[in-house]
C-alpha cells in the first residue's frame, strides 16, 4: 500500500461530500458524488455512467459520436488512473468503494459498443457489468488483487466490461 500523504491517517476513512469537494482527483474518482451512495456505491456509479452517456449522447449526437466516445473513454481511463492512485491513497484504501470512476469509464466502453441499443439491451448490458463487476471470476479476480494503485482500480473493470461485451457478441452469434 502507498504511504499516506502527511497528515493522512494509514487507516481507511471515512468518505463524504467535503473530502470529495477537497480535490478534483477526489472529484473524479468519487464519480461527482455517485460513489458517495450508502448503498452499493458501485452500482450507483455504474447508473451515473449509463444516464451520462445516454443524456450526452442524446443531448449532443454531433459532439458525442462513437469515435469521439472512444476518445473520451481513453481519456478517461488515463484520468482514471490518476484520480484512483491519489483517491485511494488519501482515504487510506487503494480500491475504496467510494471510487466509482472504473465503473462510469466501463460501462460507457460498454455502451458504445452496443450502441444503438435499446432500453432492455442496455438494461441487460448494465446487469452483466455489474455482475462480472461484482462476482470477479478469473481473470478478473487475479487482477483485483495483484495490481494495485490507480491502474488496478481501472483496470478490473475494463477487463468486466469485456466480458460483458463477450456475453453480448454470443448472444448475437446465437
Known amino acids: 500500500m502507498n504511504a499516506p500523504e502527511p ?3 494509514a487507516l ?3 468518505a463524504s461530500a467535503r473530502f470529495m ?4 482527483a477526489h472529484l473524479v474518482a468519487q464519480g461527482f458524488g455517485s460513489g458517495l451512495s450508502p448503498i452499493m456505491p458501485g452500482t450507483a456509479g455504474t447508473l ?3 444516464l451520462s452517456f445516454a443524456v450526452l449522447s442524446l443531448r449532443w449526437p454531433e459532439l458525442f459520436t462513437p469515435g469521439n466516445w472512444a476518445v473520451i473513454i481513453g481519456l478517461g481511463f488515463a484520468l482514471g488512473i490518476w484520480a484512483c ?3 485511494g491513497r488519501n482515504l487510506g484504501a487503494p480500491d475504496h468503494g467510494s471510487m466509482v470512476w472504473d465503473e462510469i469509464i466501463a ?3 460498454v455502451l458504445l459498443f452496443i450502441t444503438p441499443a435499446g432500453f432492455a439491451t442496455q438494461c441487460w448490458a448494465f446487469l452483466w457489468f455489474r455482475f462480472f463487476d461484482m462476482v470477479k471470476p478469473p481473470p478478473i479476480r487475479y487482477f483485483d488483487r495483484h495490481i494495485k494503485g ?3 482500480v481501472m483496470w478490473d473493470d475494463i477487463v468486466a466490461a469485456f466480458y460483458t461485451l463477450l456475453v453480448f457478441a454470443l448472444w448475437r452469434a446465437v
Open 48 to 50: 451515473y455512467g449509463w
Open 21 to 24: 469537494l477537497a480535490h478534483p
Open 12 to 14: 481507511p476513512i471515512k
Open 150 to 152: 490507480g491502474f488496478g
Open 85 to 87: 492512485e491519489i483517491t
Open 7 to 9: 497528515g493522512r491517517s
Open 107 to 109: 460501462i460507457w466502453l
